[in-house]
C-alpha cells in the first residue's frame, strides 16, 4: 500500500446490543444500522482509515446461526481484494462461537476483528463505542495480518480459539484461560504480545448445517438423556467432568454413540485440558478414549462443537477428526491438520 493511502477496513453489522436501541414495547432491540453505529465513533476520523460499512444481518447474538457465519465469510471473501482488514459487531451472547467459526472459515491473511458491547447505547458508559473504535485500529493494523479472527473488547485482543465469556453483565467479562491475551489497544496503538497457532482453514459446506448438541455431565446422570440426545445428532460434544471424567452409567451409552457417530470429549470446567491417561475408572478420560471417543484438548466444549460441525460438513471422517482435533486442541503439531492451505485466496 503505497505511503498517502490510507488502510481500508470493512464493517460488517450483525445486530446485537452494540446496535440496540428502545422499543415501544419496552426492553431494546437490535436497531441500529452499522453506518449509524460508525457516525456515533468519536475519534474515528482521527485514526486515518477509510471505512466501508456493510449492514449485513440485525439480530441479537443468539439468533445468529452457523449459516449466517458461513455466509459472512463469503462476504468477506469477495471484498479480500480491497480491503486490509474486517470488523464484525455482533451481540456477545455467541461472541466465542462465532469468532472461532469465521477463524476456522476464513482462508485469507486480512484480519477479521470481532466486537460487541455488554451495555447498549441507552445505558450510561455504553462501551460499543470504544470497542468498535478498538476494532477498527486494530484491523487496519499491519501487526495483525495473520492473526486470523480475533475479538477485541475492552481493549484486549483475544484468539478467537482462546475467548470465553465469563461473566452475563460485566464489561471485563471476556478472558482467554488458555493463554491470555494476544494484546491490548493502548492509546489507540495495538500492541500484540502473544501469538497464536492458527493450523489452517476447514473447507466446511455449512449450507445445511449438522445437528451437533452439546451434552453436560452432570451428579448422579443416567443414560437416558444421552441416548434420547445422540439418536437425533449427526455428532456429539460431551462436556464432561474435570479432566473428561463421566458417570459410569454413561459409558455405554456414549460408546455405542461413538461406533456410529462422532463424540468429541470436553471439559465442561472452563479451562485446561482433556487428559489422555492418568485416570483408569469406568467412566474416565482413558477409558472413554480406548472406547472411541474424540479428545477435544484445550478447546472448551463451544469450540468443539464449531470445529465438530465445521468438520462433519466438509465430509471429513473419523481419522480426520481426530486429527483436527488433536492440532486444533494443542495435542499435535500444525502439519497434522487434516485440509492443505488455501494459499490462493492468501492476499
Partial sequence: MPDNMKPRVVVFGLGGTIAMSATSSGGVAPK?????LVSAVPGLAEAEVDVEVVQFRQL???SLTLGDIAALCDAIELRSSSADGFVVTQGTDTIEETAYLI????????????????RNPTMAGADGPANLLAAVVLAADPVARGLGCVVVMNDQVHAASRIRKGHSTNTGTF???NGGPLGYIVEGTARILNSVRRPGSVPADLTKPPRVPIYTAALGDDDETVRAIAGKADGLVVAAMGVGHVPAQLVDALAETATTRPVVLASRTGSGPVLSSTYGFPGSERDLLARGLISAGLLDPLKARILLAAAISAGGDIRTMRRAFAVAGGLSNDESWPWKPDSEKIN
Fill in 32 to 36: 441500529l444500522t452499522a453506518e449509524e
Fill in 175 to 177: 478472558a482467554s484461560p
Fill in 60 to 62: 441479537p447474538g443468539a
Fill in 103 to 118: 477463524d476456522l472459515l476464513h482462508p485469507l491473511v486480512q484480519p477479521v476483528v470481532v466486537t460487541g458491547a455488554m
